[in-house]
């Protein structure tokens, strides 16, 4: 089991881009808080901080002649991210379609565990390109059922620490 977990997380990790997608993915939201604290609230340097180190990431992406999907995705959501906090003149809404999206992904496993039909089979079964013929074996949807419980404990966990007033208030 340990072996075919370790084998789906792989999988998983390299869908989302890998150590280095996630990190992409991260970046512009880290330079916007330490650009924040660092020019005492000062939210337009720090959006203009995060929107380059987004834009940078993808350059260096083109550069290197690589795949452009999940970089433009991510800057339609940093410009969005951007957008929102500039509109409303507060930093927290910075961070506002990142918790919608966490409580949509949660809501999304809770709803597959509670009619058992686990979300991450569906997921990793069709990045493996193999048919829902897993649906019928009951070794494999106790698997699934236990990855999308993981995954749904992941996604409350951050909307929690997300909507948490004190660490959302810069």
Request: charged residues 15%; aromatic residues 8%.
């Amino acid at each position: 089991l340990s072996h075919e977990l370790a084998d789906d997380t792989k999988l998983l990790a390299d869908s989302l881009g890998g150590p280095r997608g996630m990190l992409e993915s991260g970046l512009p939201a880290i330079i916007f808080v330490i650009t924040y604290a660092a020019t005492k609230n000062d939210l337009a340097i720090s959006i203009y901080g995060a929107l380059t180190s987004g834009l940078v990431l993808a350059v260096i992406r083109l550069v290197q002649k690589q795949k452009l999907t999940q970089v433009i995705a991510g800057l339609i959501g940093l410009a969005f991210s951007a957008w929102l906090a500039t509109k409303s003149g507060k930093s927290e809404n910075f961070f506002l379609p990142g918790i919608l999206t966490n409580v949509g992904y949660l809501a999304a496993c809770v709803i597959s565990l509670v009619v058992n039909k686990p979300l991450l089979g569906y997921v990793i079964e069709s990045l493996k390109g193999s048919n829902s013929n897993w649906t019928k074996d009951r070794y494999l949807i106790r698997k699934y059922r236990a990855l999308t419980f993981l995954w749904a404990a992941v996604f409350g966990l951050r909307v929690l620490i997300m909507t948490d007033r004190k660490s959302t208030r810069l």
